[in-house]
């Protein structure tokens, strides 16, 4: 028995997420801003940010108007805190109606001229090297509050496009409840996009959005990382990984699965570091037995691996609660949205998305399981309005402890660990 706890442990700690702080340092992009006081309005601003490879990829559009007499205004373009060329912002270009200008990026400010009431439009793009945590976390933080334009600004539109599929439970907002009730936060799964959206706004907070997509990172330790062949059974185990993921990217399920089979083999070895790396490298591939069965159509299935792959911390969620309602198992999936509701702090973007998910259910649906939520709008306000945050804690090990599958698997485990012992 103590040996079964020492690998939970093991697993566990394997699998702890942990949140980057404000005090990570971070790479800012953001839009232009007046150096000083202006009769010039931002009537509007749209940004798309695409993530790649740790890089984001960054297009705003401006749309000024000058309210009073011709002017000249010095406009200043956002710059990293980080001193380290290597969070400065890359291959930047400065668009005027359409036109590409001279703008040199480095230690130069930009003029613009406006006669009477004339409209401009003023598109930036560059791209950036992201800060990353040390944990394999990511941030992307947009400046909205540097400079004071005349008036707020009329609309804007900030969206950050990724180029994985968007998992909402990798996601949190930094700071989103100093600005929840004045901007409408919108996450996009099926187009891999967040959005953020508001009206007359005098911003006074910034966009920080922290990413860390643990199923990744977990197989980049597992698989990417090489080991040298006089290694040979921890060599032959990471090779049969590398080969049953590739069988699975190229949707070969049922060589991927006879890979995932031979591993399981080596959870029986003599040798404790094997069999714990052998179970290091099942865990991870639960989750892609779950994302297989799922597409097969074995849903039940599907949502033990799932189960299995998230027994210790709060995981899987939504594929879980996806998996639910392709199946038609409504009451499964009620059950998952009510709980990613009431549980998790403001900021984390699984519970965003569950009420997202319940303000759009049909109205039948929400009288039979007494749903009178409405989904928020931002509202314009002096002050943030600050709201208690919840303390009912949803917990998934909770809800999966009376899953008789766990227990199973957990029989299994242990029933291994007691042959080898």
């Not at 860390?212 to 060599?235: G, M, Q, T």
């Amino acid at each position: 028995m103590k040996k079964l706890y020492i690998v939970l442990i093991i697993l566990y700690l394997l699998n702890f997420t942990v949140y980057a702080d404000n005090s990570t340092l971070k790479a800012g992009v953001g839009n232009i801003y007046p150096i000083s006081d202006t009769d010039v309005q931002m009537i509007s601003e749209k940004v798309a940010i695409k993530v790649r490879n740790g890089m984001a990829y960054v297009r705003s559009e401006s749309v000024l108007k000058n309210s009073g007499e011709k002017e000249k205004i010095t406009v200043g373009f956002p710059r990293s805190i980080t001193k380290n060329d290597y969070h400065q912002l890359h291959d930047f270009k400065v668009y005027i109606d359409g036109q590409k200008t001279s703008y040199n990026y480095d230690g130069d400010v930009l003029e613009i001229t406006f006669d009477k009431e004339q409209v401009k439009r003023v598109e930036n793009t560059y791209w950036v090297n992201l800060a990353l945590d040390g944990i394999g976390g990511e941030i992307v933080e947009y400046i909205l509050k540097d400079g004071v334009w005349n008036d707020p600004i009329g609309y804007g539109k900030v969206t950050i496009e990724f180029e994985d599929d968007l998992d909402p439970e990798n996601f949190e907002l930094i700071g989103y409840e100093d600005y929840k009730n004045q901007v409408a936060f919108k996450v996009m799964p099926e187009d891999k996009k967040l959005t953020w959206e508001f009206y007359d706004l005098n911003p006074d907070f910034d966009i920080s959005l922290y990413h860390k997509n643990s199923i990744k990172n977990e197989k980049k330790d597992l698989l990417d990382i090489p080991i040298v062949p006089r290694d040979e059974e921890l060599w032959k185990i990471q090779n049969l990984g590398k080969k049953g993921y590739d069988a699975y990217k190229k949707e070969n399920y049922d060589d991927a699965w006879r890979y995932i089979d031979q591993i399981e083999k080596y959870k029986e070895h003599e040798e404790d570091r094997i069999a714990k790396y052998a179970i290091r490298m099942i865990h991870l591939f639960d989750y892609y037995r779950a994302m297989i069965l799922m597409e097969k159509g074995q849903y039940e299935d599907a949502a033990y691996y799932f189960k299995a792959n998230g027994i210790f911390e709060e995981k899987n969620l939504y594929q879980l609660a996806m998996l639910y309602k392709k199946s038609g198992n409504i009451d499964g999936y009620m059950e998952m949205l009510k709980g990613m509701e009431k549980g998790k702090r403001d900021g984390q973007v699984i519970k965003i998305w569950a009420k997202q998910e319940m303000s759009q259910l049909p109205s039948e649906i929400k009288e039979k399981y007494r749903i009178s939520h409405q989904q928020e709008k931002p509202k314009k306000t002096d002050q943030p309005i600050k709201e208690k945050e919840e303390t009912e804690k949803f917990s998934y090990s909770g809800f999966i402890l009376f899953n008789m599958g766990i227990v199973i698997l957990v029989f299994v485990i242990f029933w291994n660990i007691k042959k080898r012992a």
